[in-house]
């Protein structure tokens, strides 16, 4: 099936600085999730993206999908201590409802 | 409260021995899956669920077996063949694929040790 890679797989960030991490495969992808597990925690929906180009914000984060529909990113602009967890990408298919994840980017912050 | 739920939230089983995992949601969702997350690893499908009485493996499937006997329950049966069992386990349940509404609710997961 389609699998999609992330990178980077950690990513230590001093508190204040930005940073972005990304989800890509070698397939149109028909959707992309992004989800946050906190350390001890489940994995919690933040967004999803299903148009070409599109771009969403929440806050200081913001969510990209590519024109040709294979990456994404999630740019986290002053990153704060509650940003601390570990950020995953997801997507579902076109016509079933696999549901699968990449690895994730675990982000740690420096106070 | 609408929402999924797993249970234990820790399960101990000695080594040969089958354990199921149950998991219930009262989000009337279609779909139902399970993952298995390692420490510092992704999310694993293990089997997902579209409708009742169906199911579909995922990438790990061995050593696995579910059931679908109601919308709201998809119980999952961790077998003396699973090789490493010692796992964090979640269950997940969306509405629909595809399009809108895709979106996956989580349990608070079980995590499992096998002695």
């Known amino acids: 099936g389609q699998q999609v890679m992330q990178i980077p797989q950690y990513q230590h960030v001093q508190e204040g600085e930005d940073f972005t991490t990304y989800c890509n495969s070698s397939t149109t992808l028909s959707n992309i999730q992004w989800y946050k597990q906190r350390p001890g925690g489940h994995p919690v929906f933040l967004i999803q993206?299903?148009?070409?180009?599109e771009v969403k914000k929440q806050k200081r984060l913001t969510f990209q999908f590519g024109e040709a529909k294979k990456n994404s990113s999630l740019h986290i602009t002053a990153t704060q201590t509650t940003d601390v967890g570990t950020y995953f990408c997801?997507?579902?298919?076109?016509?079933?409802?696999?549901?699968?994840f990449g690895a994730g980017t675990t982000v740690t912050v420096r106070a | 409260d609408g929402g999924i739920t797993q249970s234990p939230k820790y399960l101990f089983r000695k080594e040969g021995q089958n354990v199921t995992l149950s998991c219930e949601q009262n989000?009337?969702?279609?779909?139902m899956y399970w993952y298995r997350q390692d420490p510092g690893q992704g999310l694993r499908l293990i089997y997902y669920s579209q409708i009742v009485n169906d199911f579909q493996k995922g990438d790990i499937a061995e050593g696995y077996s579910v059931s679908r006997e109601k919308k709201e329950s998809f119980p999952l049966t961790v077998t003396s063949a699973q090789k490493n069992p010692t796992a964090f386990y979640l269950c997940a349940s969306s509405m629909s694929f595809g399009g809108e509404n895709t979106e996956a609710f989580f349990g608070q997961g079980t995590r499992l040790t096998v002695v």
């Open positions: 989000l009337n969702h279609d779909a």
């Open positions: 997801a997507h579902s298919g076109a016509n079933d409802y696999k549901l699968s």
């Open positions: 993206l299903v148009k070409s180009g």
